[in-house]
């Protein structure tokens, strides 16, 4: 263990650490006062003499009743969990098998191929967006979740390819050597001994398809039409807006409330999440 | 009885007869795999691939909303070049992705390197740091334009009544003051997944290296430059080349702040397409401008792919 | 302990989740005789409101048909009309502002139909909404309404440095403006990149100094000596009276700032002073009345060459695509009927009028004297984007692109001088007008 002066710790390790953490949270912070702040304080310009953005002390709920009732936050919320976790899944299912194809077995093309799934992460969405609306029209998937749930996982699976794979990579070829000697199939060696072994390399690619995909919204706002099946950022952004007036309150309890799923997503897995960074990034 | 019996295995032999062909056609590595990649292929194919070339249609010919125009070669492309908004809006995008993958690479190695202690609270202020990479980027931006607004920024209050400052900063009102807003905004958002990512990096690095540097007579900085950062060196770059990718063709984060302006000084190219894309109807206008950015994008990874590949070699 | 919480963490939230299931409606069946129908956000939201409360059910009895309201962001209308449109898929009737019947003029239904009907019986549509929904001589969109901007500003303030009346030229507003600043109550304008405030300003002041875009054959004539005085007058106007912070206001911080009593004037459509009305306990003077006794309405000012405005026109247009054209075009009949009309109108209070003459009499003007000057906002309307040619399609690129805006923000932020802005506006103008 290396011995550092007291002096040297603080001025080394507290204090940024410190300023990290104010840089980072304090827009939550306000956010949050912001959220519970009646709308009467809201108008207070910096320079009045009474202006105290920093706290508040009247705090009141009526923006979050305002965005439970009078929006249809709950059905956004619903929407936009449902559409991140079946395209995560669909993500990581082929994110699993093309990252093994990729990492370990040998076949013409595939150095083309890992190369093209990669090229695709380079299309940018604005670009797609209008050809894109008519395929989905096309198929009638307009208006509803799975146009969405197709989607996305054009831009979750590359980078889910991209950790499994070095995921996979860490792992001894001789787990799956000892299984086939022991009569297991290829694919049987895949699915039952890689893959659990690979647990947190998978969760990490989950939760990264996650994040991104509860944060997409060109797309959800070209291919969903009505107010029930608005995902939280497009419906925050749509409704909470009328032109002239933004409801700020509202907007940021929105913005809030928006960020709790998978902020405890993160919570309780966070530590598998590191972990399983620390595998793909080892290979 | 017997018969009954015979016919039995008959059938399961013949069961298993099918299902080991099957099983042995995926022992081919070569099946396997076009087995394996279909899926992943299949989806991108219909919705990247597909769309892609029809997008690069349009970018050849006039064709607008509603009418599907004709041939033009390379008259979109030759217009934007020549278009001044949009090289503004290729310099901002230039400068926006330099200036914020700098500072989110500065700032979240040392904040991977404070993170990779022991220290009270550890846990929850690993998971907190992530917060701004959780919460949705239009939210977020909406905040920090709340946070900006001439009339009501809470920056502005706090500066005042520290004493810095006796009028109002020009936050988004400026060109410049707007561009470097968003750098800061970026940074903030980009810089936790840049932390988390490296100190999964700095935990496979083993503190005996360490030690043995100290023991050597190595300082701080020292082991940091010759230990910690070359065996980072990997880590670094994956992360530094998705986040050129999400940077460069940024969309939500300008639309929000600053819509573009003032005066059209702050545009992206991913904006700027938009605006003319949709905002004008012009699509084949549009989709040239949005194509611009796939030859920067296509070097970076090609640069990063090749940079691996020699220390893949290495 | 980590563990045990988490579980009971899991199935606390199961429980919410089977809440938030049970609230999930289900899919509502496309029957036969819907009109889908796609509106940006009022700034009234009332209005909205009679859509979906005393519209959608009437219109069930008179008619059987189901209407469909959704109403999204102003600026999300052009992303969702073209995907719709190129797609061939979505909404019936799309609510489209300004010009943009002219962008998208060849995916409409002809509405020539309802347009004479409703002209015959309302006293004549204005010719600039009418210029606006035609396009080879056909109607392709119906004008629904207008929003007349004008110029809310404090009485009290305005009198402290002795205008009685509100000044009728540029040059006398400038000086009032002049003083106000020096009373730390600057005049409020947006020059940032935004599809109300900031055109309804910049248009009116080029033309009222005699400068236009092009001339009666597409020819660009920006770069006139009209348009230089006018942004050098802009320019010096601009330091000298206006909250500089509003190079980077949007469509919604002069309102804010007005309420929270930073400026003493903006051009906007009503809202400031519906809202003030609306919210009597939380906006209030420095003196502790309430806000909206002190406000005043007043169009723009004249320059050398007479006084013009710009008012945000609202129309609908039909769409192709539709399944359903004919249920789309009835329910605009309906719709339009005075009885039904009516109801829209009034809870607009005046904030946003009719195309159509015969609504400037109606007994609602008599309400309320504050209101008075958007009554006939919309008949003064004399020219257009585009002018002096047509309002289409390149108009409407160079209004989407904010040129003339731009011109006046690159002068008045300094970056630019005056001949230079104009100059480089004019030179992108004629790469529109090829």
């Known amino acids: ?283 | 009885m017997g018969g009954g019996r015979a016919a039995q295995d008959l059938h399961l032999s013949t069961e298993r007869a099918r299902v080991s062909r099957l099983t042995r056609a995926l022992e081919s590595e070569k099946l396997l795999a076009t087995a394996l990649l279909a899926p992943a292929t299949a989806i991108l194919l219909l919705f990247i691939a597909y769309p892609f070339v029809m997008a690069l249609w349009f970018s050849l010919t006039s064709i607008r909303v509603g009418d599907a125009g004709e041939f033009v070669g390379l008259a979109n492309f030759s217009k934007a070049i020549h278009d001044t908004i949009f090289r503004m809006a290729f310099e901002n995008t230039v400068f926006y992705t330099f200036w914020a993958t700098i500072f989110k690479l500065v700032l979240g190695m040392w904040l991977a390197l404070l993170l990779n202690r022991h220290f009270r609270f550890k846990r929850i202020i690993r998971a907190s740091m992530l917060l701004p990479f959780i919460i949705p980027t239009v939210l977020s931006a909406f905040a920090w334009r709340w946070m900006f607004d001439p009339t009501f920024s809470v920056m502005n209050w706090m500066l005042y009544h520290a004493g810095l400052i006796t009028d109002r900063m020009p936050f988004l009102s400026s060109g410049d003051w707007a561009m470097w807003c968003a750098v800061a905004v970026n940074t903030w958002r980009g810089m936790p997944f840049f932390a988390i990512t490296l100190l999964a990096g700095l935990q496979t690095i083993s503190p005996d290296l360490h030690e043995a540097a100290a023991l050597d007579g190595a300082g701080a900085w020292h082991r940091f430059w010759h230990v910690t950062w070359p065996l980072l060196l990997p880590v670094t770059l994956v992360v530094v080349v998705f986040s050129v990718i999400q940077t460069f063709s940024d969309f939500q984060l300008i639309y929000v702040l600053t819509g573009g302006g003032p005066a059209n000084s702050t545009h992206l190219i991913a904006t700027y397409a938009y605006q003319i894309g949709v905002g004008s109807g012009l699509l084949g206008e549009g989709a040239a401008l949005s194509l611009f950015m796939f030859p920067v994008l296509f070097a970076v990874v090609w640069v990063q792919l090749r940079f691996l590949k020699r220390m893949d070699n290495a | ?434």
Not at chain 1, 41 to 54: D, S, V
Not at chain 1, 112 to 132: C, D, H, K, R, S
Not at chain 3, 54 to 76: H, I, Q, R, S, Y
């Open chain 3, 1 to 434: 302990m980590a563990q045990f919480s988490r579980r009971k963490f899991l199935q606390y939230s199961g429980v919410g989740m089977a809440g938030i299931l049970a609230a999930h409606r289900a899919p509502v069946f496309a029957q036969a005789n819907t009109v889908h129908i796609l509106r940006w956000n009022d700034f009234v939201p009332a209005a909205d409101k009679v859509l979906r409360e005393v519209f959608a059910p009437e219109v069930m009895k008179a008619l059987g048909l189901k209407l469909n309201v959704e109403t999204v962001n102003a600026n999300d209308i052009p992303a969702r009309a073209t995907a719709s449109i190129q797609s061939g898929n979505g909404p019936d009737i799309f609510m489209l502002l300004n010009n943009y019947p002219h962008l998208y003029a060849s995916a409409a239904v002809d509405v020539g139909a309802i347009a004479d009907e409703v002209g015959k019986a309302q006293g004549g549509i204005y010719a600039a909404s009418a210029q606006l929904n035609r396009v080879g001589g056909k109607w392709v969109s119906m004008p629904w309404s207008v929003v007349p901007a004008m110029i809310a500003y404090r009485k009290s303030w305005f009198d402290e440095v002795g205008a009685r009346t509100f000044p009728k030229t540029w040059q006398e507003y400038h000086a009032v403006g002049k003083k106000l600043k020096a009373n730390k109550h600057p005049i409020g304008q947006t020059l940032g990149n935004t599809f109300g405030d900031a055109p309804t300003f910049t248009y009116p002041l080029l033309w009222s100094y005699g400068g236009q875009e092009v001339d009666a054959k597409g020819k660009v004539v920006l770069d006139s000596k009209e348009t230089v005085d006018s942004v050098r007058f802009m320019a010096q106007f601009w330091k000298d009276a206006h909250d500089e912070g509003g190079l980077a206001w949007d469509d919604s911080n002069n309102n804010r700032a007005f309420l929270s009593g930073d400026i003493s004037a903006s051009l906007n459509g009503a809202s400031i002073y519906v809202a003030a009305l609306n919210g009597a306990e939380k906006f209030k003077t420095e003196k502790g009345a309430p806000l909206h006794t002190d406000i005043l309405h007043a169009p723009l000012p004249a320059g050398p060459k007479g006084a013009h405005a710009y008012h945000t026109a609202f129309n609908h247009m039909v769409m192709k695509y539709s399944k359903n054209a004919k249920g789309a075009i009835e329910f605009l009949r309906w719709a339009h009927r005075k009885e039904n009309y009516e109801k829209w109108f009034l809870v607009q209070k005046g904030f946003a009028v009719a195309p159509t003459r015969e609504w400037e009499k109606h007994a609602m003007w008599k309400n309320d004297p504050v209101m008075l000057p958007f009554r006939n906002g919309a008949a003064a309307q004399k020219r257009l984007m585009g002018y002096a040619s047509q309002p289409d399609k390149r108009a409407a690129e160079a209004w989407n692109k904010f040129l003339v805006t731009v011109m006046y923000a690159q002068a008045c932020s300094g970056k630019m001088k005056p001949e230079e802005a104009v100059k480089w506006a004019a030179g992108e103008l004629r790469k529109i007008y090829t």
């Open chain 1, 1 to 283: 263990m290396l011995i550092e002066r007291k002096w040297k710790k603080w001025f080394l390790f507290y204090l940024p650490m410190a300023a990290f953490i104010a840089f980072t949270l304090f827009p939550f912070y306000w956010m949050a006062i912001t959220a519970f702040r009646p709308d009467a304080e809201l108008y207070a310009t910096w320079r009045q003499p009474n202006a105290a953005p920093l706290w508040t002390l009247h705090p009141t709920l009526e923006h979050f009743v305002g965005l439970m009732q009078t929006t249809a936050f709950p059905t956004w919320l619903w929407n936009t969990m449902l559409i991140a976790v079946v395209s995560t899944l669909i993500s990581l299912v082929c994110g699993m098998f093309a990252g093994y194809a990729l990492a370990r077995l040998r076949f013409r093309g595939s150095e083309f191929l890992g190369t093209a799934i990669f090229v695709t992460y380079l299309v940018p969405q604005t670009l797609l967006f209008i050809p894109l609306a008519d395929i989905v029209r096309d198929l009638q998937l307009g208006n509803t979740p799975w146009a969405l749930m197709l989607t996305y996982p054009t831009f979750l699976i590359p980078f889910c390819t991209w950790l499994l794979m070095g995921y996979f990579k860490t792992i001894p070829k001789e787990l799956e050597e000892c299984a086939r000697i022991d009569g297991a199939t290829r694919f049987g060696a895949m699915v039952r001994i890689i893959f659990p072994v690979a647990v947190p390399g998978i969760l990490s690619a989950g939760i990264f398809a996650f994040t991104l995909s509860w944060n997409e919204f060109i797309y959800a706002l070209v291919f969903m039409a009505s107010a029930d099946q608005k995902t939280v950022p497009v419906g925050v952004v749509s409704e909470l807006i009328r032109g002239d007036i933004f409801f700020w309150g509202q907007l940021m309890m929105g913005a809030l409330l928006g960020s709790v799923p998978v902020a405890l997503v993160y919570s309780f897995f966070v530590e598998y999440y590191v972990t399983g960074l620390t595998g793909s990034v080892k290979g």
